[in-house]
């Protein structure tokens, strides 16, 4: 059995562990700011695609960032930090768009990246980019068995969404 000191000590630990400087931080940039940045990279992938039938529909914010993310807990059973990776999602039907039309847009996006010296990989069924020397990340997935074309931005790199933690109760 544990002795009261122990429990005690066993938690400060813990709560040191969550200090600015250890582990996680104090101060970050905010959701926005950070989907600002993310929002030019997709624009200027979207710039750098053919013209044709392709829709892409930015998905609304909910469904994306605030999904669970490796930003880790604050504790056994207490929940998350709150801290999040954010992202922004488009989405096109490929259900009228030809399988060439897709590869065509695929095939460009690609292009533009590696002609900026991106870092540009295969991943699983589609394409992550990473534009600069920063977190941020492009992923471009065709999803053929739903007639879908993903487009996704994102941070990997945890933040505040308000650029610190949320003041307490």
Wanted: charged residues 20%.
């Amino acid at each position: 059995m544990r002795s009261r000191a122990g429990g005690w000590a066993a938690a400060a630990a813990a709560l040191l562990s969550l200090a600015p400087g250890c582990g996680v931080p104090g101060h970050t940039m905010t959701k926005e700011q950070a989907q600002t940045r993310i929002e030019g990279f997709l624009r200027e992938t979207f710039r750098a695609a053919p013209p044709g039938g392709l829709a892409l529909v930015r998905t609304p914010d909910e469904t994306y960032e605030e999904s669970a993310s490796d930003c880790g807990t604050e504790g056994p059973g207490s929940g998350t930090t709150g801290l999040i990776e954010p992202g922004v999602l488009y989405t096109a039907s490929t259900r009228n768009v030809s399988r060439r039309e897709v590869e065509r847009f695929v095939a460009a996006v690609v292009a533009h990246w590696r002609a900026r010296a991106a870092r540009v990989e295969r991943h699983g069924g589609g394409w992550r980019i990473h534009p600069g020397q920063d977190g941020y990340w492009l992923a471009v997935t065709h999803y053929p068995s739903v007639r879908k074309l993903h487009v996704l931005g994102y941070l990997d790199e945890c933040i505040w969404p308000y650029g610190t933690p949320a003041p307490g109760p």
